[in-house]
């Protein structure tokens, strides 16, 4: 999915871009700023997954089953018809692979700036892995966003927004990306 995303930035005529990615984004995102450093201005990464080694599956699943009430009605629904797309067959290939991944050990070969973001309410990723994420990343820092589950995007769109911009700003100003 990683080289997938490279190769629409080049259909996109997008040399270098700044990502945001959440849950198993995060992990593709990751990916992305690894094989393809050149294109990664900066990755914001929300309520980022780590694979098994820092969670096991039945964790995963069970903050899942809590966080639903913790997101808005809007996000419900999309996330319904994305599973609904891919079934049930696809989406527990998808979390096999999401499980087999290991971010934390790739993390080192990132160098993209990055910010990992964590909802306070998130049931689905512990906060111990957030902060273990952040501080693998070699420019990795972390910000917890009050009173936001999962999908921060969604539940919180107004704060998230002012951190990944404020964010992006300040690693165009370290970096010379434009």
């Known amino acids: 999915m990683a080289d997938w995303t490279a190769r629409f930035l080049d259909v ?4 270098r871009a700044h990502i945001a990615a959440n849950s198993m984004g995060c992990q593709v995102a990751i990916a992305l700023a690894r094989r393809h450093p050149e294109r990664v201005g900066g990755l914001v ?20 089953a809590a966080n639903s009430s913790r997101e808005p009605f809007i996000y419900k629904y999309v996330a319904l018809r994305l599973f609904l797309q891919m079934g049930f067959r696809r989406y527990g290939s998808t979390v096999r692979n999401m499980m087999d991944d290991d971010p934390l050990r790739a993390a080192v070969d ?4 990055c910010r990992v973001v964590r909802g306070t309410r998130d049931t689905i990723v512990p906060d ?7 501080d693998a990343l070699p420019n990795g820092s972390f910000r917890a966003v009050e009173k936001a589950g999962h999908m921060v ?20 100003r370290s970096n010379g990306f434009r």
């Not at 996109?12 to 040399?15: A, F, G, I, Q, R």
Request: net charge positive; hydrophobic share 45%.
């Open 153 to 172: 995007q969604f539940n919180s769109p107004d704060r998230f927004t002012r951190l990944a911009q404020v964010f992006w700003a300040e690693a165009e």
């Open 128 to 134: 111990t892995a957030a902060h273990d994420l952040a």
């Open 110 to 113: 990132v160098a993209a700036p």
């Open 12 to 15: 996109l005529k997008v040399e």
């Open 45 to 64: 990464l929300v309520g980022p997954t780590t694979g098994r080694r820092s969670v096991p599956l039945w964790r995963y699943v069970a903050g899942l």
